[in-house]
């Protein structure tokens, strides 16, 4: 017996491969097989795999928790055989190992190769230099450490591609599976009602969504149903569970959507554009209280709406501005440089440009680089959000934003419980919570401050906290402070008309060689994305030329390119010292004084350098102030408030200027410290 045993695995392949046993052993092993592998799915789709989805108790944790990563994991741990056996399969013939763990990114179109091939070659070109010597070439390859570099790139390439496609194998298994199990238990679906929660929130066809229920791939239409109303139950409970802490704020925006009728008739015009409004809940952390929000009171006795305000507090434009250009001080924080505070940013970011674009040979440094130093920053942390119903109202109106915000508040179970001048009621049914005495953060575009300074305005003589609007304090978006720089660059550097594109080192000129196809679409009606890549691009070549320059100059021509320059290995301290007089010299703002150049004679000024000068200190303004957004420096970004406002104002975004001082006014002057 124990020789049989030993010899197990002889003894079966000779049955399996001799002529008269053959079909009958591998029938026997097929059985036994099957009835193995059926008794793995049946293990895996048992209630306590956690795979089972209840539409009519869905949870929103269920869906926004799930990954087919950690699905795909699971199968791995849990029935090996099963996935090895699939995913052996979808791997026939490529000469991969089955049950491999790599992962990566996901394409939109898993089957065609010659877009993958595509998709990594420009990731990869995203990590090559941008300029390469000083003629803004590209290295040709023709030394030895060219070739060398281009070899690793193609095989880091390659083994991207590979991982790529390896992930989409896996994501294939998963679904096989899924479909195994979901015919074993019907309630073991919670890939399918995954894919069909996906689908509602994609408008898709019904006809789309019976095809892939009948394939087992989502759940019927009946199922999604269910799974929505539970989802807005649980959703509207969160609502009024965050809400009635008293410490969220709340944000919100206008969206717009075109419904498509066949025959237009008299209810139903041919206009049929709607203009709705979206909203979400913002749980305040970093340590906020409802004590910190008690002061509704306290800030209507200083409001210049309160006509019998015991300490009113007008707005003061000019006291205003002279407050933020004294913020933060520089002698608050030490320095060995003779550079500013700003300028020693600015040799930061000539630091980080050239490591991260500039020669391959450098790039090892930037790990090394710190970090620039911090005015006040609080904790980057994710932020906690719930999503209100969208509302059918024209946020752009004064008296939808009043509608709005009511609307709003109601949802989260917070408002005046005596105040009658709406219908609404929360879900729950109960009374709201009496917000009279504290204040709520409101957030939104600077159009939507405008309008609600306004609705406040014309509420000002009502009785109530609640119906004056006392207890809004609006707060504006930085995101969208940032599009408003970005749109004021645009109309100082591109859509100057005829001077734009006048010097060969102009942000037009730049790019339109680095969109030839796009330039003239992109001068007048160029999106916020496109906006604030093509000024990061811009900047970063300006930069590396900057660089070029410098080098040439303080090596007195030993080095004429920054790709022998890097070659001479320079340390961090060489890279820092030059850095620091680029930031001096190449970029307005610190020992050079544009304003005192233009009174020379023209034949002594370098013109085309004194406008690459100013363009360079709107760019870095730009660099500085989405760093401090991204790092939560609201030191910093109080600081940028005094030149952004003037820019503003110096092409013709009179209301953003007007609005940001005000904002800057009742930040500094009315609200009080623990809600500043």
């Not at 890097?566 to 010299?585: G, Q, V, W």
Request: hydrophobic share 35%.
């Amino acid at each position: 017996m124990l020789d049989l045993s030993r010899n197990a695995s002889s003894i079966l392949s000779a049955f399996y491969f001799h002529p008269t046993t053959q079909l009958s052993s591998r029938s026997w092993a097929h059985r036994t097989v099957q009835s193995h592998l059926m008794g793995s799915v049946q293990e895996l789709a048992r209630a306590e795999g956690g795979w089972h989805f209840n539409a009519m108790h869905a949870r929103p944790e269920q869906v926004s928790d799930f990954r087919i990563e950690d699905m795909a994991k699971c199968i791995r741990r849990d029935a090996p055989e099963i996935w090895s056996l699939v995913y052996g399969l979808l791997s026939s013939g490529i000469g991969e190992k089955p049950g491999g763990d790599g992962w990566s990114a996901m394409s939109e179109d898993e089957d065609d190769s010659d877009s993958e091939a595509e998709y990594w070659e420009a990731l990869e070109e995203e990590t090559e230099p941008l300029l390469d010597d000083e003629t803004g070439t590209k290295d040709s390859g023709s030394t030895t450490t060219a070739t060398v570099q281009d070899a690793t790139h193609r095989e880091k390439r390659a083994e991207k591609l590979e991982k790529f496609r390896a992930s989409l194998r896996q994501i294939k298994a998963v679904v096989m599976i899924s479909i195994f199990l979901h015919s074993e238990d019907q309630r073991c679906n919670l890939l399918q009602s995954t894919i069909g929660i996906f689908l509602h929130s994609c408008s898709a066809p019904e006809k789309l969504v019976k095809v892939l229920a009948r394939m087992g791939i989502s759940i019927s239409l009946t199922s999604i149903h269910r799974a929505i109303t539970s989802l807005s139950r649980e959703s509207e409970q969160d609502m009024e569970t965050l809400g009635r802490t008293l410490k969220s704020g709340v944000g919100y925006d206008n969206f717009d959507f075109k419904l498509d009728i066949a025959v237009p008739t008299i209810d139903s015009p041919e206009d049929t554009l709607y203009h709705m409004t979206s909203a979400t809940l913002l749980r305040l952390d970093h340590g906020v209280t409802t004590e910190h929000l008690k002061c509704s009171e306290q800030l209507w006795e200083r409001s210049e709406l309160n006509d019998e305000a015991s300490d009113p507090r007008p707005f003061d434009p000019h006291k205003t501005m002279l407050h933020l250009q004294s913020l933060h001080p520089e002698s608050d924080i030490g320095s060995d440089t003779e550079l500013t505070r700003r300028g020693r940013f600015r040799s930061w970011l000539f630091q980080r440009t050239l490591l991260k674009h500039g020669p391959l040979a450098l790039k090892g440094l930037l790990a090394d680089l710190p970090d620039p130093e911090s005015i006040e920053s609080i904790p980057v942390m994710k932020l906690h959000q719930v999503p209100l119903r969208a509302m059918d109202i024209n946020q752009s109106k004064v008296s939808g934003n009043i509608e709005a915000l009511d609307n709003m508040f109601t949802q989260a179970g917070i408002g005046d419980p005596s105040y009658t001048g709406t219908q609404m009621r929360p879900h729950s049914g109960a009374p709201v919570e009496d917000i009279s005495q504290y204040v709520t953060l409101v957030h939104g575009d600077l159009g939507t401050y405008e309008r609600v300074l306004t609705a406040q305005r014309r509420r000002r003589q009502e009785l109530t906290p609640y119906t004056r609007l006392q207890h809004v304090v609006f707060v504006p978006g930085l995101f969208h402070f940032k599009m408003a720089a970005a749109d004021a660059i645009w109309r100082t550097l591109v859509t100057a008309k005829p001077d734009a594109r006048a010097d060969e080192t102009s942000f037009a000129r730049i790019m339109g060689q680095l969109r030839p196809r796009e330039s003239m679409r992109l001068v007048n009606n160029a999106k916020f994305r496109q906006q604030h890549e093509l000024i990061q691009h811009v900047g970063a070549i300006l930069q590396l030329d900057a660089w070029r320059v410098e080098v040439t100059r303080s090596t007195q021509g030993m080095f004429t390119s920054l790709k022998d320059w890097a070659a001479s290995k320079p340390s961090i301290h060489d890279i820092a010292t030059i850095a620091d007089r680029l930031a001096l010299e190449y970029v307005k703002g610190e020992v050079v004084d544009l304003y005192d150049l233009q009174f020379q004679p023209a034949d002594t000024r370098d013109v085309v350098r004194e406008n690459t000068m100013r363009m360079l200190n709107y760019l870095m303004l730009y660099e500085e102030f989405s760093y401090a957004m991204n790092a939560g420096d609201i030191g910093r970004v109080e600081t940028l408030f005094a030149p952004w406002i003037q820019l503003f104002r110096a092409t013709g975004k009179h209301k953003y200027g007007n609005l940001m001082l005000r904002f800057a006014h009742a930040l500094h002057f009315v609200y009080t410290e623990e809600l500043r």
